[in-house]
């Protein structure tokens, strides 16, 4: 038997000027007119940060995306993986987690 997702409609009616400033909104944040309304009714605002800004952070991704990726292929290859490999990829985490923290904390953004 299928199981249907249980979902709630409601019509919301706006006038031209409201569905105006709407959709400049949306398409100041690239979303579509329904997902912006309905991220806005859920969470009261959406926070935007520009691809050119989070550049630095995505380099840092990539580097230790890379050495994940290293100490994978070495575990997968010998089928063993050592406490000091588990440690530095746990490290790296806690680093990356910090650094994304204080960085997306003091980038500009477009709020709505």
Not at 21 to 40: D, N, Q, V, Y
Request: proline share 2%; charged share 30%; net charge positive.
């Amino acid at each position: 038997m299928r199981k249907y997702k249980q979902v709630k409609r409601k019509e919301v009616v706006f006038n031209l000027d409201e569905w105006k400033a709407i959709e400049e909104k949306a398409e100041l944040l690239s979303m579509k007119t329904g997902t912006f309304i309905k991220r806005m009714s859920l969470e009261g605002q959406i926070t935007c940060y520009t691809a050119k800004n989070v550049a630095p952070v995505m380099n840092a991704l990539r580097i230790i995306g890379n050495n994940i990726n290293q100490i994978a292929k070495k575990a997968n290859e010998t089928n063993n993986i050592y406490a000091e490999d588990i440690e530095k990829i746990r490290k790296e985490n806690l680093l990356l987690c910090h650094t994304l923290n204080q960085f997306l904390s003091a980038l500009p953004s477009t709020k709505a």
